[in-house]
């Protein structure tokens, strides 16, 4: 960073975090400092003093800040001085000064560099031309689609670029190997259309994004009408603009071209050349197999439009297959006569037509994930509460022949304690909305024998009336919702009797939600005991009714525990408390093997079939990966600790696969890198899951230890913890047992408050029984997902803990993940109001360093901060070059001399110029 340099300054005043100044000036001053081992006295450090003034001027530059001149009109003149150690400017990485990024439009005219016209380079047509260049309007930061070409790269310049994107209706931005979404909201018309589809699949199919049948994209909101325009023969090639789409024919063309490789070996009787699959990322530059499974990873906070995404991205695929689909049935009807009616083709096509396509069913199981598996949050109305990696099977002709849906930590806490301005599960809006007079007689939802005589509804439920709110912000009816979801149900083989049973089995967890108990006293061998009984409310029988169980069975289950002592079970009374924490356990575990039963369903329907048409021969997949981003609240629990646990993992192998691309790069440019350090964060990854020592594995230990609380874990987690590096527990969180964990994207506190109740996640035993004992055959079916205790009231916690559980499906998925090649969508979410055109900067900065984008670009920066395309650095320092003489480029260049082109051979030079500079520089100072 030198005198006159156009640079960032960090602002915490500023809304936007950063303002745009001028270095002024830059002296070397020495400075007094005392020695850290507090020995010696001090000391004299020589340091730097930079003066720093508003950039005036940029007020007027549109070509930098585009046309809303509204970014730093409340800027007041500054003047102000910073006292840096030099080592920071070296690498222009300062924490709070940043290199800024100029428009474009100043650098090249016609792959011209503009300062030709100052070094006498060039014809009299090459300097006119560059002379118009100097007055041409200049492109704005913005325009350039994938930030990693920029040549000063940080938070405020990837800030910067997708304000003046999301001004413009442009949503998408690349990142590199992360594709960065910003959630509009409100509908971008013409962005998701089958044109625009069509657009991109053309495109792929032309072997690559540079193809004559292109988009373009007009991120400037004087043309944003015209955002994407269909293809056509007269389009001039260009770089396709990023999108959903594109990300998911990006993945889908790599799975083809890894399926052509197989059908290649296989052809030659070879097989693979190593025989597996190989981890993308994993360094293993030995081996030249082309990996073909695929995973797109989406990410994001509530609200960010994950679940949107996934959808569009699932649609691209059900497209590209569709086409393949009727292509083939093309080809093979026009094998018979043209005047051939459809009852005369053979059985085979027939049946082809008339079946519901395997595409249409997987698109089918968003609404019934949705309906049981979503609910309105302050931050979003149609939040996801669990994760899902869908696995899309593809034939060898890569058409959709399957899916598996595998699904991750439902939110069950929300059926009984959903937050103050939040919903329920959709669910149960969604029926009463749009339930039948006779359903509600059917369900005893009538309000019979109940003083209320009428038919019941929303505010009538515990459960759904505790938070007052009832409705959904984004205007979507719930009863619409419903007749999507019973419509997919029908499309997926859900059949009329299964529906009906689902529907009984949500009313009665809403009855459930109403029971109360009454407290009493029992008397015993060792005198009074609390104990309570379960009250017979209109409520308590309808649970009964619905159940299939007798009210006395019920009560019983709920208000005494079943212990097994030697041959004997013994039943021991509960006081009310325990009673009501038992029924909150039948509900949450009923509601919680309902979800999993339905997710089996779904995907017994939409597995891969071994008898259907396309699904023989050699198949690859898909990955789409919905999951939940990291998150830290005023208070942060059990669910939250596992959240940001998977964050971490991910995280962490996504720094392996830009590391990976790292090396790639530098290898190409014949760049030195063993010497470079990239981050790790294993560490806070232990500190969660270690065998043993580990957070989880310390909760699963205490929660088969007798009469254990979570006051007493807390004190266990303190003494086995507290010396890690990234553990710290202060005096004050001592006092009410919270503890902080350093992680990636910034601390996070936890407060452990029923993390043992939690983490057991079990249906007392009782209630098994009972279950089992039911008149309904559908409680029989979910049996195999309910998670119950032993006779002892312990249970096998090490291996059936949530903790435990989650945990290996973590590790599973990463090791499904490291068998394909990813790619990263993170969603964001622009404001807290969930209204269009309002981009909060903190708060986008907050969601980048949280979805790892931020550690991405240190990460991929760690080596080399500052880059210039190679035009760009002839543009810059042309002038030091003298391409006459006869020095030898650098021996990576003589190397590779023969495939050189002139401009390649004329950089190479001149970087050899520089170097040589510099190290003789460097050999006079010694």
Known sequence: MEAGAHVWLRSPSSQWGWVPARIASKEEISVEAKSKLGVGGSFTKQMVRLTLVDDAHCHSQKGEFGDNDDYFTNLEPFRTTLTVDPAALKNADHEDVKLRNLPSGMLKQDGNPLNEIIMGGGSEDTKLSTARAATAPQQPVGLVHDLIHLTHLHEPAILHSLRQRYDG???????????IAVNPFKKM????????????????????????????????????????????????????????YKTADDAYRAMMRGLETDVFFASNGKGRTSGKKVMAGSGDHGSNVVPTNQS??????SGAGKTVTTKIVLNYFAMLSKKITSDEFARRRSTFSPVTSPRHLPTSLQAEQEEVCIEQQVLQSNPI?????????????NSSRFGKYIDIQFTNKGKLSGAKIETYLLEKVRLIHPSEGERNYHIFYQFLACATAEEKRAYLLDGRGSSMGRMMGVEDFHLLSQTGTYDRRDGVEDGEMHEEMLDAMITIGFTPETIQSLMRLVVAILHCGNMTFTATTQNNAHGHSDACSLDKTPSALAAAILLGVPFEDLASALTSRAIRAGNEVVHSPMNITQSQKACEALMKATYGAVFDFIVTKVNDSISSRQSHPQATGTSASIG?????????????????????????????????????????????EGILWKFISFPDNQDVLDLIDRKHTGILALLDEQCIVPKSTDEKFTRYLYAKCDKHTRFSASSAQRVDYKFSIEHYAGPVEYSTDNWLEKNKDQMPSASVDLLRGADFELLGQIQQFVRSEDRDGRGSVATKSVGAQFSAQLRELRSRIDTTVPHYIRCLKPNDELVPNSFDPKMIVDQLRCGGVLEAVRVSRAGYPTRYPHDVFKARYYILGDFRDKLPVSPYGNKKRFSMSEDDLEIKKLISRIAFEIFGRLITRQ
């Open 369 to 381: 994930l949705e309906a049981f598996g979503n609910a309105r949050t302050l931050r979003n109305d």
């Open 296 to 301: 797109i990873l989406v990410s994001g906070e």
């Open 624 to 668: 789409v990966l919905d999951i939940f981003g990291f998150e830290t609240f005023e208070t942060n629990s059990f669910e939250q600790i596992c959240i940001n646990y998977t964050n971490e993992a991910l995280q962490q192998q996504f720094n392996k696969y830009v590391f990976k691309l790292e090396q790639d790069e530098y290898e190409r």
């Open 169 to 179: 209706d442009v949503i998408y931005t690349s990142t590199g190997p992360i594709l």
């Open 189 to 244: 018309e013409g962005l998701y259309s089958g044109e625009v589809m069509e657009g991109y699949r053309l495109a792929g199919e032309g072997g690559g994004s540079a193809s004559a049948r292109t988009l373009h994209a007009t991120p400037f909101k004087q043309n944003a009408s015209k955002a994407l325009t269909t293809p056509n023969a007269k389009t001039k090639e260009a770089t396709l603009p990023p999108h959903a």
